[in-house]
Nanobody, 125 residues
Framework: QVQLVESGGGLVQAGGSLSLSCAASGRTFSDYATGWFRQAPGKEREFVAAITGSGGNTAYADSVKGRFAISRDNAKNMVYLQMNILKPEDTAVYYC??????????????????WGQGNQVTVSS
């Protein structure tokens, strides 16, 4: 069992930056690949970024590539999402997720077993 708690987010103007953090508790965190997903009102949850358990490999949605960066610190059981050059279309609730096959970068939400509570990110134009 893994528990995930997100923090960060908030309100920012377009072009600005925000950082999200995800604190994990439970089993050996480095065994788990971790992803960030987001869901805007009236839309389906969509993949944003993922990172393997070791942190050696990452994947990004085309819409955020070059603007967002996912990272992790296994010694602290933390995963981060640095979001730069934010756009109004990035407005959504952002979720941290984890799954136990740490070497696989799943980009669909149904492969993730554990989820955080979600954190609102709002980008004003």
């Amino acid at each position: 069992q893994v528990q995930l708690v997100e923090s960060g987010g908030g309100l920012v103007q377009a072009g600005g930056s925000l950082s999200l953090s995800c604190a994990a508790s439970g089993r050996t965190f480095s065994d788990y690949a971790t992803g960030w997903f987001r869901q805007a009102p009236g839309k389906e949850r969509e993949f944003v970024a993922a990172i393997t358990g070791s942190g050696g490999n990452t994947a990004y949605a085309d819409s955020v590539k070059g603007r967002f960066a996912i990272s992790r610190d296994n010694a602290k059981n933390m995963v981060y999402l640095q979001m730069n050059i934010l756009k109004p279309e990035d407005t959504a609730v952002y979720y941290c997720a984890a799954q136990p096959r740490g070497f696989i970068l799943w980009t669909t939400s149904d492969h993730y077993n554990y989820w955080g509570q979600g954190n609102q990110v709002t980008v004003s134009s």
